[in-house]
Nanobody, 115 residues
Framework: VQLQASGGGFVQAGGSLGLSCAAS????????MAWFRRAPGKQRESVAA???????NYAQSVQGRFAISRDSAKATVHLRMNNLKEEDTAVYYC??????????WGQGTQVTVSS
C-alpha cells in the first residue's frame, strides 16, 4: 500500500485547513485509516482515526475542531481542521492498517498555524 497525502500549508490561528490521503495498491482490505502528527520537539501522536465500520476516535486536543472522514470505495481519508491553534503546528502523517498487523505511513505534510 502506498499513501499520498495532500493539503496542509500555512494558516492563521482560527483558520481552517483540509488534509487528504489517497491509498493505492492493495487497498481492498484496509481496516483503519488515521492521522498522526509530530510537532517540533515532541513525540508523534494520534490525531484522529476511523475504522472500516465508521467508528471514529479523536485526540482530546482536537475534539470538536477536527473532523475525519473516509471514502472506502476510493481508499481515501480526509481530515478537516477548523479553529486551528498554534499548537496544531506539526507534520501530519496518514496511517492505515490492514489485517495481520500490516501498517503503512504516508510521507507527511506540514501544517503551520501562526498567531
Amino acid at each position: 500500500v502506498q499513501l499520498q497525502a495532500s493539503g496542509g500549508g500555512f494558516v492563521q490561528a482560527g483558520g481552517s485547513l483540509g488534509l487528504s490521503c489517497a491509498a493505492s495498491g492493495s487497498t481492498y482490505d484496509i481496516e483503519t485509516m488515521a492521522w498522526f502528527r509530530r510537532a517540533p520537539g515532541k513525540q508523534r501522536e494520534s490525531v484522529a482515526a476511523i475504522t472500516r465500520a465508521g467508528a471514529i476516535n479523536y485526540a482530546q486536543s482536537v475534539q470538536g475542531r477536527f473532523a475525519i472522514s473516509r471514502d472506502s470505495a476510493k481508499a481515501t481519508v480526509h481530515l478537516r481542521m477548523n479553529n486551528l491553534k498554534e499548537e496544531d503546528t506539526a507534520v501530519y502523517y496518514c496511517f492505515v492498517t490492514r489485517p495481520w498487523g500490516d501498517t503503512y505511513w504516508g510521507q507527511g505534510t506540514q501544517v503551520t498555524v501562526s498567531s
